[in-house]
């Protein structure tokens, strides 16, 4: 059975911050051993790491490994927060570390990160009747491989499931890099939780032959009027939930609201190589898209459920204790 401790996906060590290598999954499983912050960097702009919460982590971790090499952590800290430029988490835990970029500092953050995602199951729980059997379509990689530990949305899926109340996940597999067939796929079935991959195409059909109950995502970034931007695709998925009267949900924790950023406007989308896409034809490749407030039914942090109007629901979360 898949190892899904904390310390599997990323942890620090007094030479390296090692991680397992999620470009690698599910074939194998590999640790990638980065040395310095410009090394984390890199691993987090080309996936072997990535999830907002998780990217991070790492970014912490970064760091926490320069100071202790002696590196220049003015330039450490521009070379992580410059490796991926949509989930706000990233430069949030650096700002976290910046006055204590302490190795003992770098954990607290991580189990904190892994506690919200317990907190935001538990409340994700009321979302999902006693004795419903729902069944869940998610999105990409919510998971303790994208938290670094435990999950957002497939946390909240994994605490309804461990409580009786889901029945089966449809797990889109998620266009370009797969992340949902490869990496959500992956942890359900370490889990033993019911799941089938299906295209993202497929999603809007099985909405309309009734076999999706709720439709639960999690977030890169959540501007302050709840607009979100998460993994593209997103946004099709809920326009096609509103229009099948099903439950749009999105689960992240509250580092990942970013109070400054208005509207979804306000939030870079990253582009990355179109040879992801296709290496023979001219392509576009945005990494995420950005979901409207309006089509979204509750946002879940680790201060609670929160619902429309965000502006003022998600103001008091970030304010919370």
Request: with cysteine; charged share 20%; glycine share 8%.
């Amino acid at each position: 059975m898949p190892d899904l401790t904390p310390e599997r996906i990323v942890r620090l060590e007094p030479d390296a911050v090692v991680l397992l290598d999620q470009r690698r999954l599910p074939a194998e499983e590999i640790e990638l051993r980065c040395a310095s912050a410009a090394e984390v960097a890199e691993a987090i702009r080309t996936l072997a790491i990535r999830g907002a919460p998780a990217i991070g982590v790492a970014a912490a971790y970064g760091l926490a490994l320069a100071a202790s090499r002696g590196e220049d952590l003015d330039a450490a800290y521009d070379v992580l927060a410059a490796a991926r430029p949509t989930a706000v988490n990233l430069r949030w835990a650096l700002d976290e570390l910046r006055d204590d970029p302490t190795p003992a500092h770098a954990r607290a953050l991580h189990d904190e990160e892994v506690a919200r995602c317990r907190a935001m199951g538990r409340h994700a729980l009321g979302l999902f009747p006693a004795g419903s059997g729902a069944r869940v379509l998610t999105h990409c990689n919510t998971g303790g491989l994208a938290t670094g530990g435990y999950g957002s949305a497939l946390g909240a899926v994994r605490a309804a499931w461990e409580a009786g109340r889901v029945e089966h996940v449809w797990v889109d597999e998620t266009r370009p890099l797969l992340q949902g067939a490869r990496l959500t796929a992956w942890e359900l079935d370490a889990l033993g939780i019911p799941f089938s991959v299906i295209v993202d195409g497929a999603a809007a059909a099985l909405m309309a032959a009734g076999e999706v109950d709720s439709v639960l995502t999690g977030a890169d970034r959540i501007a302050a009027n709840g607009d979100v931007a998460n993994k593209v695709g997103t946004y099709g998925l809920a326009l096609a939930a509103m229009h099948h009267d099903l439950p749009f949900v999105v689960v992240a924790p509250t580092s990942t609201l970013d109070l400054g950023a208005a509207a979804g406007a306000d939030i870079p989308i990253e582009e990355r190589d179109p040879e992801e896409v296709t290496d023979r034809f001219a392509a576009r490749n945005p990494a995420f898209d950005v979901t409207p407030a309006a089509l979204v039914t509750a946002i879940v942090t680790e201060a609670g459920v929160h619902r429309a109007p965000y502006e003022s629901s998600l103001a008091i979360a970030a304010r919370t204790p």
